[in-house]
């Protein structure tokens, strides 16, 4: 930890944002709320999918084996169910950014203890310029900006854009949700600066928002394109 985080700490120690107990080694939760949270153990190798159960390492659902995604793989730590839904609406949709920073410091925490090379670049997922202007500001780039922090990899917030305005997917089925997408909802601004990316978003479902990405960027160049979302459904 830097000096400046030091005595940020010291100033502001950790206090759990679930229970207001102090937190633990420098999180934002306390040992037994952290306990609580639905990590995602058991999920396909290629896309995060929680699995029923201990099916093996390195195991792909059906929907990857017959239609692998356009990303070589997805790091979901966590399940979108218990204390998962409240902590991520709280940063969405009522501008708790200190969620961003446990939920980032999280992202980051879990993807560094996997095996390396980390990306070169961080890309998150961007909202339409109105939606931006209407909740002001953009839950991606924030939790990118505290997982590039704490890895030292690059963000670029102006890399991508969304071009194309899209109903909310919350509350869509799967086949709602693609057709919402589709084909030219993002554009690139400016030509690739790396080959190793990472798509940052706070939550996947079905995939098509991350998966309308991740084409964009593998036709511009992207050659090893991963996903890091907060949590991933069930």
């Known amino acids: 930890m830097t000096l400046l985080g030091c ?7 950790p206090t759990c ?5 102090p937190g633990e080694a420098g999180f934002d939760l306390c040992a037994g709320c952290r306990a609580e949270l639905p990590v995602n153990h058991h999920c396909c190798a290629r896309c995060a999918q929680p699995f029923d159960g201990d099916l093996g390492a ?6 990857c084996v017959a239609r692998p995604p356009p990303f070589v793989r997805c790091h979901a730590p966590l399940r979108y169910q218990g204390l998962v839904p409240g902590l991520i609406a709280d940063l969405k949709f009522h501008a708790r950014l200190d969620r961003a920073v ?6 980051a925490e879990t993807r560094a203890a996997l095996a390396p090379p980390l990306p070169e670049l961080l890309v998150p997922v961007p909202l339409h310029p109105a939606r931006q202007r209407e909740r002001g500001y953009n839950q991606a780039l924030e939790l990118a900006r505290v997982a590039g922090a704490a890895l030292d990899v690059a963000v670029d917030p102006g890399l991508c854009r ?12 799967r086949r709602a949700r693609q057709r919402n997408i589709g084909p030219g909802a993002f554009t690139l601004a400016q030509a690739l600066p790396a080959r190793r990316l990472a798509i940052i978003d706070d939550v996947m479902t079905s995939g098509a928002t991350v ?5 964009v960027l ?14 991933r459904t069930p």
């Open 7 to 13: 005595l940020t700490e010291g100033l502001y120690p």
């Open 218 to 231: 593998g036709r511009a160049g992207g050659r090893e394109i991963e996903v890091w979302v907060v949590a």
């Open 162 to 173: 969304r071009v194309r305005a899209t109903p909310p997917q919350v509350g869509q089925q």
């Open 17 to 21: 944002v679930l229970c207001g107990a």
């Open 211 to 215: 998966s309308a990405l991740a084409r």
């Open 102 to 107: 446990l939920l980032g410091r999280l992202l």
């Open 58 to 63: 390195g195991r792909w659902c059906g929907r």
